[in-house]
């Protein structure tokens, strides 16, 4: 399982991030979104990553471009996946390929190498299952309900705004603390114990209920 942050906006978080061992690092280029980041920011610390031969892929969110114009930022940003959130048409898929890149996109439209579950999404996007791509589990994750996110399987954990002090701004002592709950998750296993969340599991199946308000009772210790 790999864990993926998205909503990276300065390279001083991204170096610590990738040193720390997150596997995907984020960059929203969608206009409206609050963590928006300018193509030339973003290729900034993509550099930045380079020079310090960070291993993190590095991801382009897109809900609004073209195919053309998602094409011309990952190159000047010189990132190598595109996560197309939105519902993909297959034309979709097959042109972003053909440009080279990994691409991702939500599940219920056209599948790439990857499909994503996003709990801020309805229709088909809210129904985790196994699928014969890499499969994203993200929305409103953090370590509140992290054992019913992981107990799932998906390949990657994408995580926001729970590693966020103040809107868009990313925290990396929030990130620490995310990470070393994660990593004892992932070390032990999980069974779960909780009320209403966000994420519920339910055989195999992922179910968001309108993401209800509410805290869950979450518990960690070794699956049987």
Same mark, same amino acid.
């Given at each position: ?37 300018? !193509? ?18 590095? !991801? ?5 471009? %073209? ?37 991702? %996109? ?59 002090? %103040? ?37 195999? !199946? ?11 009772? !979450? ?6």
């Amino acid at each position: 399982m790999k864990l993926k942050v998205c909503g990276v906006s300065d390279a001083e978080f991204a170096l610590e991030a990738a040193r720390l061992g997150v596997d995907y690092l984020g960059f929203i280029f969608e206009p409206s979104s609050p963590r928006f980041v300018t !193509v030339e920011a973003a290729a900034k610390i993509a550099a930045a990553l380079s020079a310090a031969e960070c291993r993190a892929r590095l !991801v382009g969110v897109f809900v609004s471009q %073209t195919v053309d114009e998602i094409v011309s930022v990952m190159r000047e940003a010189r990132l190598g996946v595109v996560q197309l959130h939105r519902r993909a048409t297959e034309n979709d898929v097959a042109a972003l390929r053909a440009a080279g890149f990994e691409v991702w %996109t939500l599940a219920g439209g056209a599948l790439g190498d990857g499909a994503i579950f996003d709990s801020s999404h309805g229709d088909g996007e809210k129904m985790f299952s196994r699928l014969p791509c890499k499969t994203i589990l993200a929305g409103g994750i953090g370590i509140d309900n992290l054992a019913e996110a992981v107990s799932l399987g998906p390949d990657v954990i994408d995580v926001n705004s729970s590693v966020e002090a %103040t809107l868009g701004k990313k925290s990396i002592d929030l990130l620490k603390e995310f990470m070393a709950v994660y990593a004892a998750h992932i070390a032990h296993g999980t069974a779960i114990c909780y009320t209403t969340k966000s994420w519920k599991a339910q055989s195999n !199946v992922l179910v968001n209920p309108a993401r209800p308000s509410g805290n869950a009772a !979450v518990r960690l210790f070794p699956a049987k």
